[in-house]
């Protein structure tokens, strides 16, 4: 009898999970397993912010997936897929590949919700991959020299849209990076303004109320002008237009207000529930008996009305279940149900500082900041265990990741 070929899309954090924990699970010639991803690196979605402000070097946050997979158990292709044809079970790739599938593993990620803002798709900048947080270093360089030709100061207004999570995170990194920038590009900082635009009343409002707190008085400290209970109307180029009619000049806005599931799966003739794949309590595609969904373009509902929140922490639970069940499918026993359990949640505000709550522990600034490390180095763990930790600490991958960026 042929091997069952399990195809897992996408190599972000549940793809690479599921496909390590495949490896481990799966006995010698039990099953194929191949990893499909656009790019030939894994990169630290959750640590992007820090690419955008070249706070990371490119190789702490971009990963090569060959030198992460064991390439005896697992097949790599680096492309893009296009569809899922669900009638043949084949993934068909932009170039016109089909890849044959008896299990597959839709972990696509997540896309930026622009809420139709006029301009925010043609001008603001995301925190979405690895490539388009690049851009956003690339244009402060930018700016930074047409800065030296025509002193024109809305080049040095850096906008960060949206308080949540990742906004502050954000605007952490610019604080920390921004000086030393300046710097070493002959721009005088005291010219630069950290913009932080909050439609909601506080930044994250969903952490405690000293957490909230302690961020905007971060904020206050390092001269980053806060302004909340207002929406943005509109980006150009040149300035964002904000709903009580004020004009901000600015060349730099990098939307964080929001993500939705990555938008292909709805070419992939699958049920879609508010714009994401809907699953089961055993992570497979609601009526496909081969099909699973992790991650953020997974829709899993924990009650009748609310669906767990596009994290890492739920992708990287949900990533060794799925593997589980697809080896329990091949293996003909009995599924897992998955149940998910927040550990906590901490921000960074740059290297130094991070807020956040651990079961029931808030924590705040250089230990906030120790807690975010080792949360990451947990992640090098799952993904690699201590040798990785190790090669990414000291560096050891010095080859360039290859991308092309708009500069
Ligand atoms: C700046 C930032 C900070 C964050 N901080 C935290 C945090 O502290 N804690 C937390 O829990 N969560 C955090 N998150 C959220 C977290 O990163 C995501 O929830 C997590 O990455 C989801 O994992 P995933 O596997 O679903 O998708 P991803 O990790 O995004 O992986 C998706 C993969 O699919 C690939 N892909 C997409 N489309 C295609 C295609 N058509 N063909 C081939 N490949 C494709 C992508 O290149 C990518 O490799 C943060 C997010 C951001 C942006």
Redesign the pocket.
């Known amino acids: 009898m042929s091997k069952p070929n399990i195809v897992i899309?996408?190599?972000?954090?549940?793809?690479m999970i599921t496909s390590k924990r495949l490896e481990k699970f799966l006995k010698s010639g039990e099953a194929n397993i191949t990893v499909?991803?656009?790019?030939d690196y894994?990169?630290l979605?959750?640590?992007?912010?820090k690419i955008g402000a070249a706070t990371a070097t490119d190789r702490q946050i971009a990963l090569s997936i060959p030198e992460l997979i064991n390439p005896e158990k697992t097949n790599f292709i680096k492309?893009?897929?296009d569809t899922v044809d669900t009638s043949k079970q084949e993934v068909c790739l932009v170039g016109g590949e089909r890849v044959p599938y008896d299990y597959l593993v839709i972990?696509?990620?997540?896309e930026v919700e622009t809420f139709g803002i006029p301009g925010i798709k043609e001008h603001a900048f995301e925190?979405?991959?690895f490539r388009s947080s690049k851009a956003i270093y690339h244009h402060i360089m930018k700016q930074f020299n047409l800065y030296k030709q025509d002193q024109d100061l809305s080049r040095l207004t850096f906008v960060v849209a949206g308080g949540g999570?990742?906004g502050i995170?954000?605007v952490g990194e610019l604080v920390d990076a921004l000086p030393k920038l300046c710097k070493e590009h002959g721009v005088p900082f005291e010219k630069v303004k950290i913009v932080a635009v909050e439609a909601a009343p506080s930044v994250i409002p969903f952490f405690p109320k000293q957490s909230v707190e302690y961020t905007t008085q971060f904020f206050e400290k390092h001269n980053v002008e806060l302004i909340t209970s207002r929406k943005i109307l509109e980006c150009t180029p040149e300035e964002i237009r904000l709903e009580n009619g004020a004009v901000i000049p600015t060349r730099t806005v990098v939307w964080s207000c929001g993500v939705k599931g990555?938008t292909?799966v709805k070419k992939f003739s699958l049920p879609i529930e508010r714009g994401k794949v809907p699953v089961d309590s055993y992570l497979r595609v609601k009526n496909m008996k081969n099909i699973f969904s992790?991650?953020?373009?997974a829709l899993f509902m924990k009650n009748e009305k609310s669906a767990l929140p596009?994290?890492?922490?739920?992708?990287l639970q949900q990533a060794p279940v799925c593997a589980k069940n697809i080896v329990a499918a091949i293996r003909g026993e009995a599924l897992t149900q998955f149940e998910y359990h927040h550990k906590g949640?901490?921000?960074s505000l740059g290297t130094w500082a991070a807020v956040g709550l651990v079961g029931s522990v808030r924590l705040s600034g250089l230990i906030g900041a120790f807690m975010k490390q080792v949360?990451e180095a947990r992640y090098l763990f799952m993904l690699g265990g201590p040798a990785l930790i190790i090669r990414q600490h000291l560096g050891v991958s010095h080859e360039p990741v290859k991308i092309t960026v708009k500069q």
């Open positions: 899309l996408g190599g972000g954090y549940g793809g499909i991803n656009k790019h894994h990169y979605t959750t640590q992007l912010h492309a893009e897929v972990a696509l990620g997540f925190i979405r991959s999570f990742t995170e954000m990555n292909i992790i991650g953020d373009n596009p994290t890492a922490q739920v992708a949640s901490v921000a949360i």
